[in-house]
């Protein structure tokens, strides 16, 4: 244990130095770029004076190195993100939360419906390798995962909201104030129970259950050919617990760590969702706001996300070592 | 591998006679896969057709990429148009012909910069080094794998493309070479840039995961002590050792890069108009309203992209199937 102790030290200490170097390139990125938020921000006044006065308010007429740190402050003293430049008068905080919680709560649901399907029919095609139910399978699930959602979302939308009309074209149901006691007459609120949803959460769960559909059967047929599942078959246990307690379990450690990777691909596969189906979360937005040059939008965006990803990998890296007390980390693995 | 050499061994005579190289093998087992082989036949027509679209114009086959005919707009198929016209009454099949070749130059480019020179070069020294050179690789590679890669690619491309077209336009009024910004070399230059940079991260990884097992076998020794310099080490002895781990890599990147470039243009912020890429033709054609009234033009070039991404998928399955055959 005390290695992996001093092995998470190790980690997290590099944890401010990577997020100062991506706050701070996203930072200079973003000023960097063509197009001025100021007149954005004006609006319809065109002159000097305005422009002068947005800048001075902003501290855009300071040196880069120094608006950083401002910005930095901030965010570090205060949890203030900034203000959003395309909202007028509204703080990121104001406009980045509620987006993150549209977002969540598609991609949750469908993150649930890639790892309730995947698995299982993942299991299902290794149980019958050598059968042609197996390769068939496997080229189905990379036929799903290769099609981008680009293309089936309109195609999507022409079937079911045009031709059938049995779901709306796009959109988001307007956000109401959600009771977080109950359900009871607020579950409308939530976004992610209107028909709405279907089209997105498809989009994103079907190519998610052909990626964990493959991995699952491979690193299943992985842990099949071990002795200790044929020594576990030879006692006389059911296959059902063969393949639960001895099987799956050591199948899905690797797996672990994919959830990571999954739950990235989903936050990326969002953007195009998004932008596709006119949701108003955390894709759409940003994507918005390096159109219109939001610098703290953006920046708000890469350090949240950064930040979660960084944290999230050491976690796994730990979860893995308490899942498996085979692995070990050596010190020189720095 | 000592399975596999055993079962050569037990072929007799064949087997000893003609000695076959690892990579030999490796492509005798790839055959006998026949869902592998459409993929390559596919990938392959894919690109040969992509790299010869100037020449397919050039000898009437095809029509250019700008050629308008307004009063054949929007037609569905026919047999002067197989996949018919868009709404500017250009050819579909030779914009999507057009639109292979952005395809192919991003996926070279990306793959050779990205996946071969940097995820190679910085796998095999940070694996081989060691010590600070190592950590300060890995954790350069933790700062770009903790990026939201698809948002830094559209901040990438929306803020530095100005700036990398004024410098095509320098260059162009420096040395007189003219098209070089109307051919869109600097967009190409600026996707392709911006996916090596964030591509090379996971190769790296995996290479150097191997080189580490590697740089304490004795053949590494014994080069050593007969006094190789390091980068002979490194490019005569480790390289060949991990080159079934490149190509699966590679192979398994591929339909991310044509891909990723083809999300970009779609969002507007890669490829620009009038290059044809396959981003801005699925972009154009997907409203609903026009997809109700012109299916055609999302239909080809919607097919096509993802015959060529499954059969990417297909081609780095098999591929990983033949060289890790223990693995995964």
């Not at chain 2, 070279?108 to 050179?133: E, N, P, R």
């Not at chain 2, 336009?169 to 967009?187: F, K, M, Q, S």
């Not at chain 2, 191997?210 to 980068?231: D, H, K, N, V």
Request: proline fraction near 5%.
């Amino acid at each position: 244990m005390e290695g992996l102790t001093s092995y998470v030290a190790r980690r997290l200490l590099w944890v401010p130095v990577i997020l100062f170097v991506v706050t701070f390139v996203t930072f200079a990125l973003a000023r960097f770029g063509p197009g001025d938020p100021v007149r954005v921000a004006a609006g319809q006044f065109r002159d000097e004076e305005a422009f002068a006065r947005i800048r001075k308010a902003r501290g855009l007429d300071k040196p880069i190195h120094e608006q950083y740190y401002l910005y930095m402050k901030g965010v570090l003293t205060k949890g203030d993100l900034g203000d959003s430049f395309r909202y007028q008068g509204r703080s990121v905080n104001e406009v980045l939360f509620p987006a993150m919680w549209r977002s969540m709560q598609y991609n949750a649901v469908a993150l649930t419906i890639t790892l309730a399907l995947g698995i299982p029919l993942g299991v299902f095609a290794a149980r019958h390798q050598g059968t042609w139910v197996d390769p068939s399978s496997i080229s189905a699930f990379l036929l799903i995962q290769s099609v981008p959602g680009l293309i089936t979302i309109p195609f999507a939308f022409l079937f079911f909201a045009l031709k059938l009309g049995i779901l709306p074209a796009s959109g988001w149901p307007q956000d109401c104030q959600v009771q977080l006691g109950f359900l009871g007459q607020s579950y409308e609120c939530i976004g992610v129970f209107s028909r709405e949803a279907v089209i997105p959460i498809l989009a994103l769960a079907l190519p998610g259950i052909a990626v964990w559909g493959r991995y699952t059967r491979a690193f299943t047929l992985e842990v099949m050919k071990e002795d200790y599942v044929r020594t576990a078959r030879s006692k006389g246990l059911s296959e059902f617990r063969v393949m639960t307690r001895h099987v799956l379990r050591n199948a899905l450690l690797p797996l672990s760590t994919i959830i990571a990777f999954s739950l990235i691909g989903l936050i990326e596969g969002s953007f195009f969702v998004e932008t596709l189906t006119g949701i108003p979360g955390i894709g759409l937005l940003s994507f918005e706001a390096v159109q219109g040059r939001d610098y703290d939008f953006i920046m708000a965006v890469v350090m949240i996300g950064a930040t979660v990803f960084v944290l999230a990998s050491i976690v796994i890296d730990i979860m893995y070592t308490l899942i498996d007390p085979r692995i070990r980390y050596v010190a020189r693995d720095g | 591998m000592s399975r596999e050499t055993a079962d050569l061994l037990l072929q007799e005579p064949e087997a000893r006679v003609s000695s076959v190289s690892p990579m030999g093998l490796a492509w005798r087992r790839l055959v006998r896969k026949r869902i592998a082989m459409a993929a390559l036949a596919f990938i392959l027509v894919f690109y040969l057709a992509g790299l010869t679209a100037p020449l397919l114009t050039g000898v009437g086959l095809i029509t250019s990429y700008r050629q308008q005919d307004l009063e054949q707009a929007l037609q569905g198929p026919s047999l002067d148009h197989p996949f018919g016209t868009d709404r500017l009454g250009r050819d579909m099949l030779s914009r999507v012909i057009w639109a292979s070749q952005t395809t192919v130059i991003v996926t070279v480019a990306t793959l050779i910069t990205g996946s071969l020179v940097l995820a190679v070069t910085l796998g095999l020294v940070s694996g081989y080094v060691g010590g600070w050179v190592d950590t300060l690789i890995m954790r350069i590679g933790d700062t770009f794998a903790s990026l939201p890669t698809i948002l830094m690619l559209i901040l990438i491309n929306a803020t530095l493309k100005d700036r990398v077209r004024d410098v095509g336009h320098n260059i162009e009024d420096l040395t007189g070479i003219g098209g070089i910004v109307a051919h869109g070399v600097p967009d190409y230059l600026l996707v392709f840039g911006a996916l090596s940079l964030f591509g090379w991260v996971g190769g790296a990884r995996v290479i150097r995961s191997q080189i580490l097992a590697l740089r304490e076998t004795e053949f590494i020794l014994a080069a050593r002590s007969l006094g190789a310099s390091t980068p002979r080490i490194l490019f005569r002895h480790l390289l060949p050792n991990v080159s079934n781990i490149i190509i699966v890599s590679m192979s398994l990147g591929l339909a991310g890069i044509a891909g990723s470039e083809i999300v970009l243009t779609w969002f507007g912020v890669g490829i620009q108009p009038p290059t044809p890429s396959f981003g801005a033709m699925i972009f154009e054609a997907s409203g609903v309203r026009t997809l109700n009234a012109h299916p055609h033009l999302l239909a080809f070039p919607g097919l096509i992209v993802a015959g060529l991404l499954f059969s990417f998928n297909l081609l780095g399955d098999a591929l990983t199937d033949v060289f890790t055959p223990r693995a995964r």
